[in-house]
């Protein structure tokens, strides 16, 4: 292979817009050249290492040292930056470069990374160019420029994503990826916030280690036109709750406010209307004409979120230059002198003409400056391309792409869910009566006994939501755990699923074990995107160098005798599938229910597994099977040293009986309904065997499969709808799988669920059930 052509930042090109009008800004400033000096190049200066001012006129060197280092960190954080942005769109020309938005006009957020330390967790939007490099700077490393770079060529080698998404993070600088756009990271932030505020005022016995130091700042950047994202207003007024009854929440939201989204604008005022009166919430602003300014803004806010333990909100004033990413024209949207007037309020020529007249620089010495970093970035970049265009530089097969999405270890995980705390922690948590000790359990009793189990041996296990401290639940489930556990491990949220899982997975993030409670299914699709887009992905874009473990526990489906309506009685699962590397069990029975539900908190540890466990509402109470009073669905607790016997692995199915003649797969309310048509069915001399799928993502397909052979038919009863139902993947998987007898289905309609006795007219009945069994069979 030809040796890749070199990619030049010089001159005119792709990209050249973003740089062209600083060039008058310098020859203002003075000579390119010292007196006396012939004509040539201009001399190299150490890139992103804070050179000795030389200037004669050095007076902010000589009366504030530190802010004349800090000025030149921040200049050179920003002009590697911008050289960046121009080799985004240069490498894109070539076909080379796979992403264009940039962080030109946004470079004033170094000065947000040099007030805070290396080790404050920082979740970056995409405009986090300078923030990134200025914050490798300070923690010693040379790398930064050749991060960003093996970033915009998609390369294997870039340190965090690996060439799956141009994102900014690494794990020896407390960054973590975000591939945001509309502040969806926010909620994350504020758990990070919670995590270390909570950890800071728990007496040093119940404390357990976190992923930061205690005295961290939690850090979010976003824009002004994502401000109005309804995930940000519900992050910054659950931030503003919390802090009104006195939580501690150091946390900075860094809102960068150019005036657009994309074309349409933000009022002009609109950010600190919104943000600068709020209760509980520190507004500090900065108008971007001052560099030293902007640092001192910065520091004041960090100081107030690390000393003071309360959000603050940061509002930088950025400018728009280059267009929203390099397919964007400006001109179809935006005036000429609009366009020109952001060009005069670039940092970059805002901070050249700081260092000057401040003496930090002389005009000689921020030409060489300014074209050293060109080249800097220039021989970084053009590495960068030779290494993603070398055998094997980019990712080359859909197994190396998914490497990261859900990491299994099946035997740690086992192990994991074996073990128990000690018999004094047990009885610690239980009291004199251990649950072994109880007799048959509910449903809910078995859950809530599991989490308290949990509880002891997880000291960093948190339980977070709606309702589940004070009054336990809705349903009771999580009754007594806050008595038991503490306030700090069981927490009323405010009411925001966004924010409940948005905060659970800051603080999994953080180094803690969460289980938030949703309230109802339906109520799970207002904040679907925080496991799709936040949870999901996050080892996917890290290569699992961050987590976020965490056990959602959704009360859902239908079958409460038509009670609420839809918003009690939702029963479609579809979005829940659709998510890469995300686990979806459903126990219906207090047998196994515990097993399922340590197997999930156990993967959540080992392998940092997202799980969603779908805990049938219309069960939960559920103390008879066949007949009133035959107490057949109960179960005892079984002790802990059965554990391991008793492991349920995650997408292996239950199978119940032994029939000869047909077997049913199903799930959550189907499993009741199938074992009770199934005693109907074997009075009339057919043999059916029931197999309780137990996990919906993955299926246990070879589990169905196994038993669908032992007896030549299939039936589905998926109480979920026809269209999106679970039966749909499970049929599929089924007969890809080559089983070739018959098959059926039996589902809920394509309706939402009414009220009263209306819901059976769409619902799955069991004389649904028993009829398509003798219609397999006929």
Known sequence: MSPPAAVTLAGPGAGSELVAHLTPVLEALGSPRPPGAPAGPAGVVPVLVAAEPSSPACLLHEAHPEDAAALLALLDAQMASRWLDVAARRLRALGEGFYTIGSAGHEANAAVALALRPTDPALLHYRSGAFYLARSAQAGRTDGVSDIALGLTAAVDEPIAGGRHKVFGHPDLAVVPMTSTIASHLPRALGVAWALGRASGLPQRLRTPLAWPEDAVSVATFGDASANHSTATGAINAACWAAHQGARLPLLLVCE????????????????????????????????????????????????????????????????????????VEASYRAPREIADDLARDPLAVSFRAVVESGVLSAWELHARWHAVRDRVAEDVDRALGTARAPQGRLSGYEEVMAPISPRNPDRVAALAGSSADDVERKAAFGERLPEDEGGLTLAQAINRTLLDAGALHKHLVVLGEDVARKGGVYGVTRGLQRRLGASRVVDTVLDEQTIL?????????????????QYLAYLHNAEDQLRGEAATMQFFSQGAY???????????????GFGGHFHNDNGLGVLGDVPGLVVACPAHPSDAPAILRTCLSAAEVDGTVSVVVEPIALYHERDMFAEGDAAWLASYAPPSTWGMGHVPIGRAATWGTGTDLTIA??????????????????????????????????????????ARATGRLLVVDETRRTGGISEGLLTGVLEAGFQGRVARVCAEDSYVPLGDAANLVLVQQEDVESAVRLLLA
């Open 547 to 561: 987590r976020n473990p965490m056990v959602v526990r959704v009360q859902g489906l239908a079958y409460q005798k």
């Open 257 to 328: 406010d150019n005036g657009l989204g994309i074309s349409t604008r933000t009022p002009t005022g609109w950010v600190e209307a919104m943000f600068g009166s709020r209760p509980g919430l520190e507004y500090v602003a900065d108008d971007g004409t001052d560099p030293l300014a902007t640092l001192a803004a910065a520091r004041t806010a960090v100081r107030v979120a690390r000393e003071e333990r309360r959000p603050v909100l940061l509002h930088l004033s950025t400018v728009r230059i280059g267009g929203h990413a390099g397919s964007d």
């Open 666 to 707: 199903t799930f959550g309310n189907g499993l009741r309904m199938s074992l009770r048509a199934a005693a109907v069915l074997e009075r009339e001399g057919i043999g059916v065997r029931v197999v309780d799928l137990r996990w919906l993502r993955p299926l246990p397909v070879d589990d169905v499969v196994r038993e």
């Open 502 to 518: 948005g905060m659970s997975l800051g603080a999994g993030l953080s180094g803690l074990l969460p289980v938030p409670e949703i």
